[in-house]
Nanobody, 116 residues
Framework: QVLLVESGGGSVQAGGSLRLSCEVS????????MGWYRQAPGKQRELVAS???????NYADSVKGRFTISRDNSENAAYLEMNSLTPEDTAVYYC??????????WGQGTQVTVSS
């Protein structure tokens, strides 16, 4: 069973930075497309960033130039570096590991709160 555990969330002021981590167990992070999603109160879950196993990164327009997704195969983890945070980035952030339609895994989420 593949398990994802996020950490690194918290409360910061606008303009600050956070680094989210997603530790993967039960599988190798290198075989998955890793993604970070977020869900703000009253809104649908949205894709923030994804990273294919080949190394291609994709970002939501709202975070381009501010967020960076990465993975460390030796640590078996994925990361989301978030800079220049704004109150609009406040949400629960979820890590996702996708291998196929059948093998699609989610973490429990970590809260990010940005105050103005």
């Amino acid at each position: 069973q593949v398990l994802l555990v996020e950490s690194g969330g918290g409360s910061v002021q606008a303009g600050g930075s956070l680094r989210l981590s997603c530790e993967v167990s039960g599988g190798r992070v290198s075989v998955f497309t890793m993604g970070w999603y977020r869900q703000a109160p009253g809104k649908q879950r949205e894709l923030v960033a994804s990273l294919t196993k080949g190394g291609s990164a994709n970002y939501a327009d709202s975070v381009k130039g501010r967020f960076t997704i990465s993975r460390d195969n030796s640590e078996n983890a994925a990361y989301l570096e978030m800079n220049s945070l704004t109150p609009e980035d406040t949400a629960v952030y979820y890590c996702n590991a996708l291998f196929s339609f059948e093998y699609d895994y989610w973490g429990q989420g970590t809260q990010v709160t940005v105050s103005s």
